[in-house]
């Protein structure tokens, strides 16, 4: 197996370096001919709009759509989770999005750059306890198809309480932030920056053995779980953790 990452900008030595942990090959992509022979491609990490830029400037966005739409598996994280989506809120309005998991997802949407944070997250879909995760000015996703499984997700003060009809803020939902459609998965967060490879496992184990069973919750397009729900599930895990 050999997996190509996408080597324009961002976060790719971090995800080669993953890769080589759990003993898959891996080869950088900066031109068309490098797409040649992949098993898989990941779009990493870095800045959304600048990477569709060099896309575009490189040759590489539309012989990418075409792999993409064949079939091609892939793992988008951060900027990547947008290039992969159906639609990018707040980018700019040539932003480039392939539709290859039928999401919507707003730009930086978990705040700026201070607003950054690492967190636990409950994935039941990987065994071994919480997954760590770090959020770097991170996109949140707003919508999700009928077909997209939700594998985490977490709660976020809204960032809209200045659109028309949004959640005043401070108010508190659950996001989708780990999801899943056939054979592409993408990540609000940056797995490779921690030392936990199970998203990088699960993304593999995807091509070489099949897509496993995941999270039902919160599948097909819908409205996502407001304030109440929220703060009842945070009520709950803190009484679990004051009886532990």
């Known amino acids: 197996m050999e997996i190509g990452i996408l ?15 759990i003993g898959v090959a891996s080869r950088p992509v900066r031109r068309p001919e490098d797409l040649a022979g992949l098993d898989g491609v990941i779009l990493p990490g870095g800045e959304s709009t600048t ?51 039928d999401i919507t997802v707003r730009r930086n949407g978990f705040g700026r750059q201070l607003e950054s944070f690492e967190c636990e997250l409950e994935v039941p879909a990987l065994a071994g306890g919480p997954l760590p995760a770090v959020f770097i000015r991170a996109p949140v996703v707003e919508t999700i198809g009928a077909e997209v499984e ?52 699960l993304f593999v184990s995807s091509i070489d053995g099949g897509v496993r069973a995941g999270s039902e919750e919160l599948s097909g397009t819908q409205a996502l779980p407001g304030t109440e729900e929220v703060l009842a599930t945070e009520e709950v895990l803190a009484t679990e953790e004051e009886g532990r």
């Not at 780990?178 to 490779?192: D, I, K």
Request: proline share 7%.
């Open 150 to 201: 939700v594998l985490a997700t977490l709660a976020q003060p809204s960032p809209g309480g200045a659109r028309e009809g949004a959640e005043p803020f401070g108010a508190r939902r659950a996001v989708p932030v780990l999801c899943r459609q056939g054979v592409v998965l993408v990540a609000a967060f940056h797995p490779e920056l921690t030392p936990d490879r199970r998203v990088h496992e």
């Open 51 to 101: 990477m569709s830029m060099l896309l575009d400037s490189s040759g590489l966005a539309d012989p990418l759509g075409k792999e993409l739409d064949a079939g091609l598996p892939a793992l988008g994280t951060c900027a990547g989770m947008i290039l992969l989506a159906t639609e990018a809120v707040d980018g700019r309005s040539d932003q480039r999005c392939y539709g290859a998991i």
């Open 7 to 21: 080597a324009l900008q961002g976060d790719v030595a971090e995800h080669r370096a993953a890769l080589s942990e």
